[in-house]
C-alpha cells in the first residue's frame, strides 16, 4: 500500500488556477474523501494520483519518492470512474483482465487473479456475459474488479455511486468500506455527497474553490465545522444558520443572549442543527409552514423573526400541525458561533433566557 504527500501541489489549465497550492499527507491504507461541490478542484487533484494530469507545480509523492513524471500504468493504481467505462464488446471477464495485459503477466496467473477480483465482489457468475447484459450495480462491481486485479497500492473512486438508484447506493457503501477492511488498500473517494463521505471515509477533506477547507474526521466536520461553508455542507437537513450580535462577551439573536468566550465583537452568525431544535415552553415563537414526513423522522420548516427555522423532530407521524404557533428551545452545547467576516469558527454558544 502507499502513503500519499501532496507538497505545495499547484494545477493549473492554461492561465485558470483550478488547484492553488495544495499540501495533505493521506496514510498508508487510510480511507479518505475528498469532499466538495462542483469545480471544487477534487476530481482534478484524483486525476494528479491517477497520473491523468500532470502537476503544474509542487511535488506528488508515493511512499517518499516523487511520481510527477511516473506514467499512469506504472503507479500501480486502481481507478473507477463514475460512467464504469467498461469496454461494450469485451466480455466481464476480458474486461477485469485488461490491466493484467499492460503488466505482461502470465496467462495462468492473470485469469487465478482474474477469478479472485471477481469473487471478492461477487461477479464470477457473470464472466462470461458483456456490459450491456448487466445492472448498474453490476457495472459497478466489475469496474471494482477490473481496478482490484492490479493489486494495487492505491484506489481511487470518482463518484462512484452517482448512477445508482437510492437502495443501491445504500448496499454499496456498505460493501466498499468492508472490501477496503478487508484488503487494506490506500482509498481516495471523491464525491459530492456527504453521506457518501461521512458513512464510508476514515477521514474527510473538504474542498473549496481549490483550497482545502477542513480536514477531520466525520464528527470532527459535523460537530466542529471550522467554518460556516464546512457547516452549511456538512448535514442533512442543513444547518440553521441565524444572524447575531456580539458585544462584550454576549450575542444577543432575535432578543435573546448568549454568553461567548473570548470577548468577540460584531457580526455573528449562529449555528444550530435542526435535530438540536426542540419544541418547548420557552425559547424563540414561530408557525410551523411546512411540514416534511421523513420516514423515522418529521422536519417542520417554522417561520420565526430570524427567517425559516428548521425542526428535526423523532417519529413517525407529526405532533405538531400546519399554522400551529411555537416555541423553539435548545441546549447550549448543541449552539455554535461563527465571525461572519471571516465565517470562522469562534466559539459554542451557551444559551440563558432572555432578560
Do not use: W
Request: charged content about 20%; aromatic content about 6%; glycine content about 10%.
Amino acid at each position: 500500500m502507499a502513503k500519499i504527500e501532496f507538497r505545495n501541489v499547484v494545477k493549473r489549465f492554461g492561465a485558470i488556477e483550478v488547484i492553488p497550492e495544495m499540501n495533505l499527507v493521506i496514510e498508508d491504507g487510510e480511507f479518505v474523501a475528498l469532499l466538495g461541490p462542483s469545480g471544487c478542484g477534487k476530481s482534478t487533484s484524483l486525476f494528479m494520483l491517477a497520473g491523468i494530469y500532470l502537476p503544474s507545480g509542487g511535488e506528488l509523492l508515493f511512499d517518499g519518492h516523487v511520481v510527477n513524471e511516473v506514467e499512469a500504468r506504472d503507479r500501480n493504481v486502481g481507478i473507477v470512474f463514475q460512467s464504469y467505462a467498461l469496454y461494450p464488446h469485451m466480455s466481464v471477464r476480458d474486461n477485469i483482465l485488461f490491466p493484467l495485459r499492460f503488466k505482461k503477466t502470465p496467462r495462468d496467473e492473470a485469469f487465478a487473479r482474474v477469478k479472485a477480483a471477481a469473487d471478492l465482489v461477487r461477479v464470477a457468475e457473470l464472466l462470461e456475459r458483456r456490459p450491456s447484459e448487466l445492472s448498474g450495480g453490476q457495472q459497478q462491481r466489475v469496474a471494482l474488479a477490473r481496478a482490484l486485479v492490479k493489486e494495487p497500492q492505491l484506489l481511487l473512486l470518482d463518484e462512484p455511486l452517482s448512477n445508482l438508484d437510492a437502495s443501491l447506493r445504500l448496499s454499496m457503501r456498505t460493501e466498499i468500506k468492508s472490501l477496503h477492511e478487508q484488503l487494506g488498500v490506500t482509498t481516495v473517494l471523491v464525491t459530492h455527497d456527504q453521506i457518501e463521505a461521512t458513512t464510508m471515509a476514515d477521514r474527510i477533506i473538504c474542498m473549496r474553490a481549490g483550497r482545502i477547507e477542513q480536514v477531520g474526521t466525520p464528527d470532527d466536520l459535523y460537530l466542529r465545522p471550522s467554518s460556516l461553508f464546512v457547516a452549511g455542507f456538512i448535514g442533512s437537513p442543513p444547518i440553521n444558520l441565524i444572524a447575531g450580535e456580539a458585544e462584550a462577551g454576549t450575542v444577543t439573536v432575535n432578543g435573546a443572549r448568549f454568553p461567548l468566550e473570548g470577548g468577540a465583537s460584531g457580526s455573528v452568525t449562529v449555528g444550530l442543527r435542526p435535530e438540536h431544535l426542540r419544541f418547548g415552553e420557552t425559547g424563540f415563537a414561530g408557525r410551523i409552514a411546512q411540514i416534511e414526513p421523513m420516514g423515522r423522522e418529521i422536519l417542520y420548516v417554522v417561520e420565526t423573526g430570524m427567517g425559516a427555522v428548521r425542526v428535526l423532530e423523532q417519529g413517525s407521524s407529526a405532533g405538531h400541525s400546519t399554522g400551529e404557533q411555537v416555541m423553539i428551545g435548545f441546549l447550549p452545547e448543541n449552539s455554535l458561533v461563527f465571525e461572519t467576516a471571516r465565517q470562522k469558527l469562534i466559539a459554542g454558544a451557551h444559551v440563558r433566557a432572555p432578560e
